[in-house]
């Protein structure tokens, strides 16, 4: 059936879409697992009250397909794959062979989700809402029915909903990384990654992708801010006379928040480490 999205009060069709999405529930607990591999500890049973579900290869997965959004919290969702869907019951399928917090995700991931989330399957029942950059964060009022009714028609749902941007922040740096030098300094390094253009095997480095090349280190104590290192390469520098003035002392492991700063200052998503 074909869906109308729209922005109200303007009341003006923002989107069109001809398929209906698969969205179902999560009837078991699910809980965190590993990044960059693929997650054979974990099965998830999801209920759909329509539509179906199919297994694929895992070159088929590798390239984008089977994905769903499984809701974590409020606004917050954690993006899997899977190559295995086996039906198990009446509209109840067992998803198996898990790609865990794609798309940059990971921050999104809980040590137990419980049953009962909503998961959402991204296939060809979404479409792309158009917005410029100075309405992401803005909260509109949003209208979505069937196209072939008028939009006061009261089959349409309306709701309030702020896109936040998510796609326009720099991914999270991995393998963090520290040495402790002679002189007592911690030498600190990541590896960055990238939103545009990181698929090919091709170079030395993936494309920046942001406007320039910067990043912020946070040193933790007790989840609070200590001290913000600004750094233009993925090393930085916790000199030991800092380290002296923050802690009294060279402690033995650092809690550290990394992340890349992008383009129009937006920063993007941390990662943490002890080193």
């Not at 954690?78 to 940059?104: C, H, P, T």
């Not at 095997?201 to 992708?209: A, F, K, N, T």
Request: glycine share 12%; proline share 5%.
């Amino acid at each position: 059936a074909m869906v109308n999205c729209a922005v109200a009060p303007e009341e003006s069709t923002e989107a069109t879409s001809s398929f209906s999405a698969v969205i179902g529930t999560t009837l078991d607990p699910l809980s965190q697992g590993p990044e960059g591999r693929i997650d054979h500890a974990h099965r998830l049973w999801v209920e759909i009250p329509s539509g179906t579900l199919e297994s694929v290869t895992p070159v088929a997965m590798l390239s984008g397909r089977n994905v769903a959004a499984i809701a974590t919290g409020v606004g917050s969702w954690e993006v899997i794959q899977f190559e295995r869907a086996d039906l198990v019951a009446e509209s109840v399928y067992e998803l198996s062979g898990l790609l865990r917090a794609q798309a940059g995700t990971e921050d999104a991931m809980r040590a137990m989700l419980p049953a009962g989330s909503e998961i959402v399957f991204l296939g060809h029942g979404l479409t792309r809402v158009p917005m410029t950059l100075d309405e992401i964060g803005l909260p509109f009022s949003w209208k979505a029915g069937p196209a072939g009714r008028d939009l006061g028609d009261a089959s349409y749902v309306t709701t309030t909903h702020a896109f936040q941007g998510r796609g326009l922040l720099p991914l999270s740096p991995v393998h963090v990384r520290g040495r402790r030098s002679a002189n007592g300094d911690l030498d600190i390094s990541w590896i960055r990654r990238t939103r545009q253009g990181g698929d090919t095997w091709d170079g030395v480095e993936v494309p920046l992708g942001e406007d320039g090349e910067a990043y912020e280190v946070e040193v933790l104590d007790g989840g609070g801010v200590k001290r913000t290192l600004a750094v233009a390469t993925s090393a930085a520098v916790y000199t030991a006379a800092a380290q002296q003035a923050d802690f009294g002392l060279l402690p033995a492991t650092v809690a550290l928040r990394v992340r890349q700063i992008g383009s129009a200052g937006r920063r993007g998503i941390a990662r943490s480490a002890v080193v």
